[in-house]
């Protein structure tokens, strides 16, 4: 079995990187090439780009790296055009992978998207370029395959990945021991994002925060766990931004921070998800350059934007975005939760039931589909 692969950014590689191994398992000899990053590295495959060459932040940053994008996905397709797959699976990063997928797909190649985009949030017109593009689409949300299905786009709900890899009881004391910290220690994790342009406009906001939550309360622990190769953009803004405020800076160990802490402050993304599937409260911050807010809040279709208020129809944890995404209300959203237990139980409560709903074998019920899809099976 040869499959061609294209994964975007930091999350797309995690979702991959978990996709194979129920690939490999149907599959022990499979050759997976493509686009991917060290989670689908430590499965043996073959990146012929790095997926970092993907991460653009909003339309601004998009524009700017067009050409060059473009010109990867135009190389790709040839490349796979030259030599055929068995089939292509593109890993989110809509905007590369559906124009791929369609060239693909045009000729002979059988082509997955796995992660349904979020048109049930924006850009709904998506739906119509998806019915030309994809031959299947593996949904991660229950509600997703009959939206896509009213498009004609064929879909199998498959669950989320990463509700089979983070356990239901969160490993808390485990994950403390291994940190260093103690028992009783106040915890919060920051975490401003994987990408450059995020680090970029959200780290000033939660570093300037931190300060403030270190003055308020001067014996809380502060972990940011840094995504590979960012480091050397987020130890000046600390230094700018914090500059005497203990903040711990762990390369990589996101997880462990998670079921570490008390609350976590973080940008908007898949890693929201991940906080909640590790029953954390959170206070939810994003922004970005101010043309690209402007045209994704005129597209927008739901009151919310974190990935926790949509799954669970509610503002269960706070949004602080754009010009709300200020220190003061920052480090105010994050001691409230500190000051809450019966606040946190509550939400813990709705996450545990979260967590049950996407637990579904993602591994394998995606690579039944799969081969579903490549031996010509509706």
Known sequence: MRL??????????????????????RWPELQAKGIGGPKMAARGFDAWWPNDRLAVHG????????REIKAIRDRLAERLLDDPPSGFVGVDAPDFNLGLERRLKSAGIKSIHFVCPSIWAWRGGRAKKMAESCDHVLCLFPFEPELLQRHGVAASYVGHPLADTIPLEPPRAAARQALGLAECDAVVALLPGSRRGEIEHIAPAFLQAAARLQRARPGLRLLLPVAPGLRPLLEPLLAAHAPDVPIELLDGRSHEVMAACDVTLIASGTATLEAALFKRPMVIGYRMAGLSWQIMRRMG???????????????????????????????RETLAWLDDAARVRALQSR????????????????TDAIAQVLEGRS
């Not at 294209?6 to 129920?22: F, K, P, R, T, Y």
């Not at 339309?59 to 067009?66: C, E, T």
């Not at 934007?305 to 949004?319: A, H, K, S, T, W």
């Open 351 to 366: 996450f545990l039931d979260l967590h049950h709903l996407l637990r579904r074998d993602t591994a394998r019920r995606a």
């Open 59 to 66: 339309y601004v940053d998009a524009l700017r790296h067009y």
């Open 301 to 331: 279709y739901l009151p919310w934007v974190g990935l926790p208020n949509i799954l669970c129809r509610d503002f269960v944890v706070p949004e602080l975005l754009q010009d709300r995404c200020e220190p003061e209300a920052l480090a």
């Open 4 to 25: 061609a692969m294209v994964a975007g950014e930091a999350s797309g590689d995690l979702l991959a990187g978990l996709l194979l191994g129920g690939l490999q398992e």
